[in-house]
């Protein structure tokens, strides 16, 4: 699982214990400019995840790390379906993080706020 925060400008992306040796990764930066919106989709897991790039897939179990499908490269950290969110990004390292949080609904709403206000949310 991880945190999703607001800082000023940037998003931030917590990785949350044992996955950040599964993801090969703790923490992400964005900037909210390059954020293009965030969606809830506990069905994400049932798609393509491509060829692993770093980290780990263990089916059924966890998907996490780099993974790269169609000429892009896919953040993955999911253990929990239901609870799956997908943050589209433009001019970043990754063109989508799928993330697993808490609270999909709310987190969802917070990026969103946070890119319509800049930053302010």
Known sequence: ???INIDGDNLIVEIEGWDKLWALKSRLEIPLANVRG???DPG????PRGIR??????????TAGAFRIDGEKVFWDVHDPTKAIVIQLADERYTRLIIEVADPRETVDRVERAIVDGGRA
């Open 1 to 3: 699982m991880a945190q």
């Open 38 to 40: 965030a969606t809830a």
């Open 44 to 47: 994400i897991v049932r798609g």
């Open 53 to 62: 790039t770093a980290g780990s897939h263990f089916p059924g179990v966890l």
